[in-house]
C-alpha cells in the first residue's frame, strides 16, 4: 500500500514538471534558435513571453475571445514585436562587440518590462475563469490531471512538431541552420541573411507569446516582472541542452523543470531556484556546449 | 591628481545641484500651534503586490478626513493629507517617511500597511519624533522588540501573536481539526510570525503540525508542495500569507483534489483572492479579520451606510481600519497639549475606551490595542459566517 | 594638492549638514549617489578596465551589508561599525576570490550569465539563512554614516581604485581587456590579473553595502537582485565603460533624474533602458569614452572650439 502511495506521489510529481517543463522548452527554443544564428543571448525573450501573457489576458477579458484565437493573436503579435526588436535594437550592431549587444539586449527587455508596468500597474491581474473542457480533472489512481495540464503538453507537442517540420524541410528553416553554421559562407551561396534572421526571431517570439498564453491560463496570475525568473530559467535549460541545439533546448527544458518540482517535492523548496543557477555554472564551468553539444577549442 | 581635481569639483557641484534641485527646503513647521491646517501623512502600498490593502485604507481614510472636516476640522483646524504610494516596496517606504516628516513638515503619519514595510518606517519616526500609526501592521515585533517599545510606533490592530493564536483556536475547537499542514510566506514577516504562534498554540493544546511548507511572494507554481502535503494526513491547511499567493495556492489544492477547510489571517482579505481562486474553489476557507460586514453593531451599521454613500460599494477590512486609524489620530491630535509630535505621541499613547468600527479599544503599554478578532467563513466565494472571539 | 581639495569638498558638505541646509531627506539622496559611485567605480574596474562583464555586483555588495549589518548590531560603536565594514568588504573579496577562480575562465555572454546566476546565488542564500532573518531582512541596524565617513570611504574608493588603475597591475588589466590572447603572450597571467580585479571590485563594493546598512536601517535580500546590478551597469555604460569620472559624473547625472522622476519609478527604469539601448547604438563609448575628466580637457576644449570642432 505503501509503495503505491510514494508511487503515486512520484508520478504526481512527473506530471507537475511536465507541465512547467513544457514551458521553460517552448521559452528555450526562442534563446537557442536566436543564439545558434547570431550568437546572442536574448535577454529581450522573456519580455515577449510577458507580452504574450498579456495580449491573452486582453484578449479574453476584454475581447471576450476563446482560448485558440486568443493564443493565435498573442502569437502573432508577439512574431511581429520580435522582429522590430531586431531590427531596431540588434541589427544596428551586428558587428558590435558582445558585450554592446547584450547590453542593449537588456535595455529592450527592461524597456518592455517597465514599460507594461507603467501602462498597466504592477498588480496581479487574473486570467477569467476557464470554462467547460478546459476547467475539468481528471482523477487516476491516487493522480489529480487538470484538463490544462493536458492542454499544455499538447499544444507545446503541436508547436514542436510544427517547428521541426519548418526547420527540417522548408527553405528557410535550411536557411536558419545555415546561417547558424557559417554566416559568411552562406551569404555568399546565395542566402538572405537578413530576412532569415528576421524568420528565426519571428518563431521563437511566437513560442514564447504562446507559452504566456499558456501559463495565464493554467497559473492564472499574471504581472509585468513574470518573465524574468521563467526567462533565466529557460535560458539554463538551453545551455543546459546544448545552447543552438533545437533538441537541447527542449531536452533542457523538461530537465529544469523536473529539478524544480523535485527539489520543491523532496527536498526544500526554497532553494529550487538556488540549484537551477548552480546547475548553470557547473554546466557552463564543466561542459559549456551542454549535454547535446560538441565542444570546440577556441582558435586564435 | 588633475583627475582628483575635477572629480572632487563635481563633487561640489553635485551636492550644490542636489541641494539647489530640489524644493526649497522648508523646516518642518517646529511648533504646529501656528499652522492653519493639520498636515497627516500617508504612506500607503498603493501599487504594487499588497496594492489593495493600501488602497482600501485611504479611502477609509479619506471618508474619516471628509467627515471630520465638514464637522469643522480638530479644534477648528482642518486635516490636510500628504499621501504617498510607497509601491509595496520597504526602501521606498522609508524615503517616503523621511520626506514627509522632514520635507512636508506632517505632524503625525498612518501607514504603510504591511508589518514589513511599516517596521522599515519606524526609526525615521523615532529619528524625527513624529508618530506613525498602522492599522494593518500585525507583526509581533512591530511596536515592541528586542531593543525595547518603539515610542513612536502605533498600531490599531491585534498582533499576529492574538491572529495566530486565535485560528488554532478556532482549528482546533471549532473544526475539531487534530492535524495541521502550513504552508507559510516566508518572504515576509507576516508570515513567518503568523506561523510560529499558529504552530506554538496548536501544539500546545493537543494539535499535531504534521508539515511545514514555504513560498516566496510572487511565486505561482506550487502543484509540487501540494503533492508533497497530499501524501501526508491531516484535518487543515493553514496558509499565513497575502492574497496573491493564497489565492492561487487554494486554487490549486483544490484542482489537486485536496478538500480540506483552509485556515487563514486577514491577508486573505482582498477581492483578488476571489479573482484568483474562483469561486468553486472558496469553499470552506476561513481567516481571522478586523472586521465583517455582516457585524450588525450600530457603529458599524452607520458606517456601512455613509461609505456605501461616498463609494458605491461595501466596505472590507481594511476600509474599516483606515477609517478607524484616522479617527484615532484626530482623536489624538485633539487632545494634545500642543500640536508636535511628540505631545500627539503622548495623547495616542493614552487613548483609553476608543469607539471604532472595528471594535472599541485602549491602547496598552505596548502601544497595542486591546479588541476582539472575528472570524469569517467564506462559501462560495462569499462571506458566509461570522463568529467573535477574545475580549 | 589633491587631499586639500578632498578635505575642501568635505568642509563644504559638514557646513551644510549642520546649518540645516542638507536636511535628512537630501542627505539620505546623497548617501544614495555616494554609494553609487562606489558601486559604479568598482564594477568600472571589473567590466570597464579588465573588460570582464559582470551582472552580479548586487551580489558583493549584499555580502558586504549583511556582514557589517550583523555586526554593527552586535557591536553597535563606531569601532564597530568600522570593523563590520571592513569585515564586510574582505568577505565580498573572499567571495569574489572564490567566485572569480573557476568563472572567470568564460567569456562575454557566458560570463555576464554565470556572475548573475552567482548573485541569485546569494541572494538566495541570504532568503534562507537564519541568522540574516530571510526575507523579514535585518531592521534596526544602528546609523553611522555621517557626511564625515560618507566623503571619506567615497573618496578613498575613488582613489584607491584609480591608483591600481593607473599601477602597472592595471596597465596588465587593460591589456587583457584589449586582447587577452596578445596578454598572454607577452606574460601577462591573464587568470591573475582577471581575478585581481575582480576581487578588488567585489571588496569595494562590500564597502558600498556596508555603508547602506549602516545608513537605511535595513536590509532584505530584493534590495540586491537583478534590478540593482543593472542600475549600477547603466551609470557605467553612461559614464564611459573605461573612464572614473565618467562614472561619477554618470552616477550624478542619475541620481538628478532619480529624483525627478521620483514619483514614476516605472518611467525611470524605462528611462534607463532606453538609454542603454540608445547609447549602445549611438555611442558605445558613454559620454567620457575611456578619457577620464581633467583640466587638460577642459583647455582642450576652448583650443578646439577655436580650431573649429573635433
Redesign the interface.
Known amino acids: 500500500m505503501k509503495e503505491d502511495?510514494?508511487m503515486g506521489?512520484f508520478l504526481?510529481?512527473i506530471f507537475?514538471?511536465i507541465?512547467?517543463g513544457s514551458i521553460y522548452a517552448l521559452i528555450a527554443l526562442g534563446y537557442t534558435m536566436v543564439y545558434g544564428i547570431i550568437r546572442l543571448i536574448n535577454f529581450a525573450h522573456a519580455s515577449v513571453y510577458m507580452l504574450g501573457a498579456y495580449i491573452g489576458y486582453f484578449a479574453m477579458t476584454y475581447f471576450g475571445l476563446g482560448f485558440v484565437p486568443s493564443i493565435l493573436l498573442a502569437m502573432l503579435i508577439c512574431m511581429i514585436v520580435g522582429v522590430l526588436i531586431e531590427k531596431i535594437a540588434y541589427k544596428p550592431l551586428r558587428n558590435a562587440a558582445r558585450i554592446a549587444v547584450l547590453i542593449t539586449a537588456i535595455g529592450v527587455s527592461m524597456f518592455i518590462e517597465y514599460g507594461m508596468m507603467f501602462l498597466v500597474?504592477?498588480?496581479?491581474r487574473?486570467y477569467p475563469?476557464m470554462s467547460g473542457f478546459l476547467a475539468k480533472?481528471f482523477?487516476v489512481g491516487a493522480m489529480?490531471i487538470?484538463a490544462q495540464q493536458i492542454l499544455i503538453l499538447a499544444v507545446t507537442i503541436i508547436l514542436m512538431v510544427v517547428l521541426q517540420i519548418v526547420v527540417k524541410t522548408t527553405r528557410t528553416g535550411k536557411a536558419m541552420r545555415a546561417v547558424s553554421q557559417d554566416r559568411e559562407a552562406a551569404e555568399l551561396m546565395g542566402i538572405d541573411v537578413n530576412s532569415t534572421i528576421s524568420f528565426t526571431f519571428a518563431i521563437g517570439s511566437a513560442l514564447a507569446g504562446a507559452a504566456g498564453v499558456l501559463?495565464g491560463v493554467y497559473?492564472?496570475?499574471i504581472?509585468p516582472?513574470?518573465g524574468m525568473l521563467p526567462g533565466l530559467k529557460a535560458f539554463v535549460a538551453a545551455v543546459f541542452g546544448g545552447i543552438g541545439l533545437i533538441p537541447g533546448a527542449v531536452l533542457g527544458g523538461y530537465f529544469i523543470g523536473a529539478v524544480?518540482?523535485?527539489v520543491?517535492?523532496?527536498g526544500?523548496?526554497?532553494y529550487r531556484d538556488a540549484v537551477v543557477f548552480a546547475i548553470l555554472i557547473l554546466v557552463l564551468i564543466l561542459k559549456p556546449a551542454g549535454l547535446l553539444g560538441k565542444s570546440g577549442r577556441e582558435k586564435v | 591628481?588633475?583627475?582628483?581635481?575635477?572629480?572632487?569639483?563635481?563633487?561640489?557641484?553635485?551636492?550644490a545641484?542636489?541641494?539647489g534641485?530640489?524644493n526649497a527646503?522648508s523646516?518642518p513647521a517646529a511648533s504646529g500651534d501656528d499652522a492653519e491646517e493639520i498636515k497627516i501623512g500617508i504612506n500607503y502600498e498603493l501599487?504594487?503586490?499588497v496594492?489593495?490593502y493600501g488602497q482600501a485604507n485611504l479611502e477609509g481614510i479619506e471618508l474619516a478626513v471628509e467627515q471630520i472636516n465638514a464637522a469643522g476640522g480638530i479644534n477648528g483646524k482642518k486635516i490636510t493629507l500628504v499621501t504617498y504610494d510607497n509601491?509595496?516596496d520597504?526602501?521606498?517606504a522609508?524615503?517616503l517617511a523621511?520626506?514627509m516628516?522632514?520635507?512636508d513638515g506632517v505632524l503625525a503619519a498612518i501607514g504603510p500597511a504591511t508589518s514589513?514595510a511599516f517596521?522599515?518606517t519606524i526609526?525615521?519616526a523615532e529619528?524625527?519624533q513624529i508618530p506613525v500609526v498602522s492599522g494593518s501592521a500585525t507583526a509581533d515585533d512591530v511596536t515592541v522588540?528586542a531593543?525595547g517599545l518603539k515610542e513612536y510606533a502605533f498600531r490599531i490592530c491585534f498582533s499576529d501573536s492574538y491572529q495566530g493564536t486565535a485560528m488554532a483556536d478556532f482549528a482546533l475547537n471549532t473544526l475539531n481539526a487534530k492535524k495541521a499542514v502550513i504552508i507559510m510566506d516566508?518572504?515576509?514577516?507576516y508570515g513567518?510570525g503568523l506561523a510560529k504562534n499558529f504552530k506554538e498554540q496548536f501544539e500546545k493544546n493537543g494539535g499535531t503540525v504534521v508539515a511545514e511548507?514555504?513560498?516566496?511572494?510572487?511565486d505561482?507554481?506550487f502543484?509540487?508542495?501540494l503533492?508533497?502535503v497530499?501524501?501526508a494526513e491531516f484535518d487543515v491547511i493553514f496558509i499565513p500569507g497575502y492574497y496573491?499567493e493564497a489565492?492561487?495556492i487554494i486554487?490549486q489544492a483544490r484542482?489537486?483534489?485536496i478538500d480540506a477547510p483552509v485556515l487563514g489571517a486577514d491577508g486573505f482579505d482582498s477581492p483578488?483572492l476571489l479573482?484568483?481562486a474562483?469561486a468553486e474553489a472558496l469553499n470552506d476557507v476561513y481567516f481571522s479579520n478586523h472586521y465583517s460586514s455582516l457585524d450588525q453593531d450600530p457603529l458599524v451599521l452607520k458606517f456601512i451606510e455613509d461609505f456605501k454613500a461616498k463609494y458605491d460599494k461595501e466596505p472590507d477590512a481594511f476600509n474599516a481600519l483606515g477609517y478607524d486609524a484616522m479617527n484615532f489620530v484626530a482623536d489624538a491630535v485633539a487632545r494634545a497639549e500642543k500640536l508636535d509630535g511628540t505631545s500627539i505621541k503622548d495623547a495616542l499613547a493614552s487613548t483609553e475606551n476608543f469607539a471604532g468600527v472595528t471594535g472599541s479599544f485602549s491602547i496598552d503599554e505596548n502601544h497595542n490595542p486591546v479588541k476582539s478578532i472575528v472570524v469569517i467563513g467564506l462559501k462560495n466565494g462569499v462571506q458566509d459566517t461570522i463568529s467573535r472571539t477574545g475580549e | 594638492?589633491?587631499y586639500i581639495?578632498?578635505l575642501?569638498?568635505f568642509a563644504?558638505?559638514q557646513l551644510?549638514v549642520v546649518t540645516?541646509?542638507?536636511?535628512?531627506?537630501?542627505f539620505?539622496?546623497?548617501t544614495t549617489?555616494c554609494i553609487n559611485i562606489i558601486l559604479a567605480v568598482s564594477l568600472n574596474l571589473i567590466t570597464g578596465f579588465t573588460g570582464q562583464f559582470s551582472l552580479g555586483h548586487a551580489g558583493f555588495m549584499s555580502i558586504g551589508g549583511y556582514v557589517c549589518a550583523l555586526i554593527s548590531m552586535r557591536i553597535p560603536t563606531v569601532p564597530g561599525f568600522l570593523l563590520g565594514v571592513l569585515t564586510g568588504a574582505l568577505a565580498a573579496a573572499f567571495v569574489g576570490f572564490i567566485v572569480g577562480l573557476p568563472t572567470l575562465r568564460l567569456k562575454g555572454d557566458y560570463l555576464a550569465i554565470a556572475t548573475l546566476g552567482m548573485a541569485e546565488i546569494i541572494r538566495i542564500i541570504f532568503?534562507n539563512l537564519k541568522i540574516t532573518n530571510?526575507?523579514?531582512?535585518l531592521?534596526?541596524i544602528p546609523?553611522f554614516v555621517d557626511w564625515m565617513w560618507l566623503s571619506l570611504f567615497?573618496?578613498s574608493s575613488?582613489?584607491l581604485i584609480?591608483n591600481f588603475i593607473r599601477s602597472a597591475h592595471g596597465r596588465a588589466c587593460v591589456s587583457i581587456r584589449e586582447d587577452e590572447i596578445a596578454a598572454e603572450s607577452i606574460g601577462i597571467h591573464a587568470t591573475k590579473y582577471k581575478v585581481t580585479a575582480f576581487v578588488i571590485g567585489a571588496f569595494f563594493a562590500g564597502i558600498a553595502g556596508g555603508l547602506y546598512a549602516s545608513y537605511?536601517?535595513?536590509l532584505?535580500p530584493?534590495?540586491f537582485g537583478f534590478s540593482r546590478s543593472i542600475d549600477i551597469l547603466v551609470i557605467v555604460v553612461l559614464g564611459g565603460i573605461g573612464s572614473?569620472?565618467g562614472s561619477?559624473?554618470a552616477a550624478?547625472l542619475l541620481?538628478?533624474i532619480s529624483?525627478?522622476l521620483q514619483a514614476f519609478?516605472e518611467l525611470r527604469m524605462v528611462f534607463y533602458a532606453v538609454a542603454l539601448v540608445v547609447i549602445m547604438i549611438v555611442r558605445p563609448q558613454g559620454l567620457m569614452g575611456s578619457k577620464?575628466?581633467?583640466?587638460?580637457l577642459?583647455k582642450g576644449f576652448g583650443r578646439k572650439r577655436q580650431r573649429g570642432g573635433s
Open positions: 502511495f510514494y506521489q504526481q510529481q507537475n514538471s507541465s512547467i500597474k504592477a498588480n496581479v487574473s475563469p480533472s482523477s489529480t487538470t501559463v497559473y492564472n496570475s504581472n516582472l513574470m524544480e518540482v523535485f520543491a517535492g523532496y526544500n523548496s526554497m | 591628481m588633475k583627475k582628483y581635481l575635477s572629480v572632487l569639483l563635481v563633487l561640489v557641484l553635485m551636492t545641484a542636489l541641494a534641485c530640489s527646503p523646516q501599487s504594487g503586490g496594492a489593495t509601491k509595496s520597504h526602501a521606498e522609508t524615503t523621511n520626506r516628516m522632514t520635507q514589513g517596521k522599515a526609526p525615521v529619528k524625527n522588540d531593543q516566508s518572504s515576509s514577516d513567518k511548507e514555504a513560498y516566496v511572494a510572487k505561482t507554481e502543484n509540487a508542495i503533492t508533497k497530499k501524501g496573491e489565492g492561487l486554487k484542482a489537486q483534489g483578488v479573482e484568483l474562483g | 594638492m589633491k581639495f578632498a575642501l569638498v563644504i558638505g551644510l540645516g541646509y542638507l536636511n535628512d531627506y537630501l539620505s539622496t546623497l549617489l532568503l530571510g526575507a523579514a531582512g531592521n534596526g546609523q567615497t573618496f575613488i582613489i584609480s537605511f536601517y535595513f532584505r530584493t534590495l572614473l569620472s561619477v559624473i550624478i541620481a538628478l529624483t525627478y519609478p577620464e575628466l581633467s583640466l587638460d577642459l
